[in-house]
């Protein structure tokens, strides 16, 4: 889903964010298989950390990470983020 979210550490655009993982817009994105330590700040202003590994990257474009460390209250409050994101984007069709 694109995201009214921006990504702290690294400083990054986020392209697109899941429960999953999160897409970075990174002009040199770091290797697929490294890990990388997050803090995403969400449009509501709320801010929350993951961890997890890149999948993919794609030099000069970014990288596909997916989240291996995530706690249950950012979880969910991404979860609610992405339900809101999920309602208004239907309200509009």
């Not at 009214?4 to 999160?22: F, M």
């Not at 490294?34 to 509501?44: A, G, N, P, T």
């Amino acid at each position: 889903m694109q995201a009214n979210v921006r990504c702290l550490v690294p400083p990054a655009e986020v392209q697109d964010i899941s429960l999953r993982g999160v897409y970075l817009l990174l002009p040199d994105p770091p290797p697929a298989g490294e890990d990388v330590d997050l803090k995403l700040s969400l449009r509501s202003g709320e801010n929350f950390e993951a961890r997890g590994v890149v999948k993919r990257m794609e030099l000069g474009r970014g990288a596909a990470v997916e989240f291996t460390e995530l706690t249950p209250a950012a979880q969910a409050l991404l979860a609610q983020f992405l339900s809101l994101q999920f309602a208004q984007k239907e309200g509009k069709h």
